[in-house]
């Protein structure tokens, strides 16, 4: 069984990832880096060359490819939720955690990254962070089986909830979450 996390961009899943990976002595996978790697570019560069659809494609194919894998922890891109193919993969054989965090705390947080291109391309920055995450909070909430809050939060803290949920999860999913 694996673990994941999803999440707007900003709400800690990478950061979190890292410190839950290492409790849990488990292999962390970032897609968007590993998205990144099999590229030989960068995100900003996927999109600015070849646009949305290309990367949604090769972040399915990472999807496919990374929930084949076992007992890893992944840390999704923010919007992996966009396609329920994506989500039906996900929710196969993990515990999948949605991490949240109010509005400002997003815009706090993210505002000053050069390496995530808009997704609107029409908005200024916080308004496009209220639009899209209206949208898609019904999506990361059907997609998950925990809702963990990040805002005003230590990462330690919201590392040690997520071991939590996951030890009850597994222990809820008898032999099949070893
Ligand atoms: N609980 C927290 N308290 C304070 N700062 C945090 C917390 N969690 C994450 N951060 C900081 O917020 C920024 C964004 O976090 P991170 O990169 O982990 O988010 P993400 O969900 O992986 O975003 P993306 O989807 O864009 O990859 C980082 O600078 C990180 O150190
Ligand atoms: O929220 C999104 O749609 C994205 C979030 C990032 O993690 C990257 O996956 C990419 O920039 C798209
Ligand atoms: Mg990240």
């Not at 099999?38 to 659809?53: F, K, L, N, S, Y």
């Not at 909830?161 to 070893?178: F, S």
Request: charged share 30%; net charge neutral.
């Amino acid at each position: 069984m694996n673990l994941v996390l999803i999440g707007y961009r900003g709400t800690g899943k990478s950061h979190i990832g890292r410190l839950v990976a290492r409790q849990l002595k488990m292999r962390c996978f970032s897609m968007d880096r590993e998205i990144e790697k099999q590229a030989g570019r960068t995100i900003p560069e996927i999109v600015a060359d070849d646009g949305w659809t290309v990367f949604r494609d090769l972040e399915s194919d990472m999807v496919r490819r990374l929930t084949a894998l076992d007992h890893v922890m992944l840390d999704t891109g923010g919007g992996v939720i966009e396609r329920p193919e994506n989500v039906a993969a996900l929710r196969k054989n993990s515990c999948v955690i949605w991490m949240t965090a109010g509005l400002d705390t997003i815009v706090t947080r993210i505002s000053s990254g050069i390496h995530r291109p808009s997704l609107t391309g029409d908005k200024s920055f916080t308004d496009e962070v209220a639009e899209v995450l209206e949208r898609r909070n019904p999506l990361y909430r059907d997609a998950s089986h925990y809702q963990v809050s990040t805002d005003g939060r230590e990462p330690e803290a919201i590392a040690a909830e997520i071991v939590d949920l996951w030890e009850q999860y597994r222990a809820a999913a008898g032999p099949r979450g070893k």
